[in-house]
């Protein structure tokens, strides 16, 4: 894409959005449900586009990329509602008999920039709160799954309103340009070196930023746990997608290992049509350097023509090998053995806070002790990677593995500003008049009164408050007339 089209594209949204017209509930209402029209309309051509890039499965495209799609669509329909009304909260004594709520508007026109390895679902399931929150979005696929980056540029258009949602594609000087320019807020999911780059971008307009990171996700196994089973959940996240997932275990804190890849991909995972391919070449020669010097224990054939890693697992690894400074994103599972619990804390908080912590042990003691003692952007126990399809639950990383979290309601509130209203009246002015000068010592102390107490702000509570209200009233429209009648007899 010209330049002069991105500047085009990100003005034309403003404009639109200027209209007013995502405001209403039932316009976001009818975008939604026109998304979700163009997932079940394209199933053929997102499987396509998903193979070409990835040698994604029917199978991995339907569970991994379009399911929690769907499902956060009708989330958004069917709550928007609840969403969207205005949140009473509790108040002081001051303002108890006004309108104090929270409202949530749409911070404006926000940015978009997804990640090649789930092209689909990293850019459609941010889209999905963006609207429901009432935003103009500008959407920038990645542009290393290029297929879905076309797609998406085709379709979205047809389906959405064209103004409102333009979809620019392009490489790092596109992206460039696009990040000079202003929104309301960018949510990127990406590597933690373009994360910085988007985020020094925010900074020159104080944009806030949403960043959905990366790193090296430990995995660690207790003794105490089934170990067939541990070991079958953990390569089934390792391996899916061809190990380029943003969660997937990076690498196991244990000592031995069953292997249940035969299993998964056969004896020979290159002709499994369960089995995926690195992205590009790029990346397949950057798994291949982080294999160097290292005794392969399974796997570690390659074709490069056909873009093939085999699952790969190399025991018994040193924690300062290359493969265990940066994140791996390929099917390559190190071991790196450890004394016990203790040492695996140890090991896990000497590093980065990581994207997701997996912990395999049937002894809740220790479950409870390293959620406790580590920390993680999620946690999952006796399984790897669900936390991320629960959609109650907020999914992002923290320190360097990412800002800010996303997935149903989350997303809704990333994109939304919360608005404190109060709406006050008129009337009850003596209940305000103990702010006003001149200052007395009994106005102080009553001011003090108010601003302190608090309130819940159930129903039957705004009642028995207001009433309260009416009565505090009341007692200082009578200690204020006396005030009056005492400073109009006694002068000085
Ligand atoms: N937390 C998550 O949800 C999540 C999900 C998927 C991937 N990831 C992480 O993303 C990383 C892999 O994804 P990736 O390779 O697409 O990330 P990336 O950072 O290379 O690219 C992401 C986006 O940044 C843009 N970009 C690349 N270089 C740029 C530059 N110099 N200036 C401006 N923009 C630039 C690309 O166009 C792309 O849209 C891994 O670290 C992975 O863990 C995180
Ligand atoms: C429980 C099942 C079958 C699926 C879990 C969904 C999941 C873990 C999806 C990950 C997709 C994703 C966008 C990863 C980011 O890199």
């Known amino acids: 894409m010209e330049m002069k089209g991105i500047q085009q594209a990100v003005a034309g949204a403003r404009m639109a959005y200027r209209t007013g017209r995502t405001r209403p509930l039932a316009f976001r209402v009818k975008q939604l449900k026109a998304l979700q029209k163009m997932l079940t309309e394209n199933e053929d051509k997102i499987f396509q586009a998903l193979k070409k890039d990835l040698h994604k499965s029917q199978f991995d495209v339907a569970i991994f ?91 979205l258009p047809q389906y959405l309103d064209k103004e409102l949602y333009p979809v620019v594609n392009g490489a790092v000087p596109e992206t460039t340009e696009l990040l000079k320019l202003q929104f309301d807020h960018i949510l990127f999911t990406g590597s933690s070196s373009v994360g910085k780059i988007v985020m020094e971008a925010a900074a020159k307009h104080l944009t806030p930023v949403t960043l959905e990171l990366g790193g090296k996700s430990p995995c660690y196994i207790n003794k105490n746990c089934n170990l067939d089973v541990a070991c079958r959940r953990i390569a089934w996240a390792r391996y899916v997608n061809c190990g380029q997932t943003c969660i997937a275990p990076d690498y196991i804190l244990f000592n031995i290992w069953l ?107 220790l479950i409870n002790r390293m959620i406790a003692e580590t ?49 006050k009246s008129f009337r009850m002015e003596s209940l305000n008049s103990v702010r006003y000068p001149p200052a007395t010592e009994s106005k102080l102390k009553w001011t003090r009164w108010l601003l302190m107490k608090s309130h819940g702000s159930s129903r039957m509570k705004q009642m028995m408050i207001g009433l309260l209200g009416v009565l505090i009233a009341m007692a200082l429209k009578v200690n204020n007339k006396y005030l009056h009648l005492y400073s109009a007899t006694h002068p000085g």
């Open 65 to 155: 990329e379009v399911v929690g799609l769907q499902n956060e669509i009708t989330l958004a329909l069917n709550k928007l509602p609840d969403w969207t009304a205005p949140e009473f909260v509790s108040k002081n004594m001051l303002t108890i008999m006004d309108e104090v709520y929270i409202h949530r508007e749409p911070l404006g026109v926000v940015l978009i920039m997804g990640a090649w390895n789930y092209p689909l679902a990293l850019v459609i399931q941010p889209l999905i709160g963006a609207i429901a929150a009432g935003n103009a979005v500008v959407i920038k696929p990645s542009e290393v799954s290029e297929n879905m980056a076309q797609l998406l540029q085709k379709l």
């Open 259 to 365: 292997d249940p890849l035969q299993m998964f991909y056969g004896d020979d995972p290159q002709t499994s049509p369960d089995y995926g391919r690195i992205v590009n070449r790029h990346h397949l020669s950057r798994l291949l350097s982080l294999l160097e010097g290292l005794k392969v224990t399974h796997g570690g054939d390659y074709n490069t023509q056909q873009l093939y890693l085999a699952p790969t697992i190399v025991a018994n690894v040193d924690p300062n090998a290359k493969v265990m400074q940066e994140e791996i994103f390929g099917p390559v599972l190190p071991i790196v053995p450890v004394a016990g619990a203790e040492d695996a804390i140890n090991f896990i908080n000497n590093r980065d806070k990581p994207l997701a912590l997996y912990i395999f042990t049937n002894d809740k003691k």
């Open 375 to 423: 920390s993680s952007g999620g946690v999952t126990v006796n399984d790897c990677m669900i936390h991320y399809s629960i959609s109650s639950l907020p999914f992002g990383g923290i320190g360097k593995s990412g800002i800010g979290a996303y997935h149903g309601k989350f997303t809704f509130e990333t994109f939304s500003h919360r608005r404190a209203c109060v709406i």
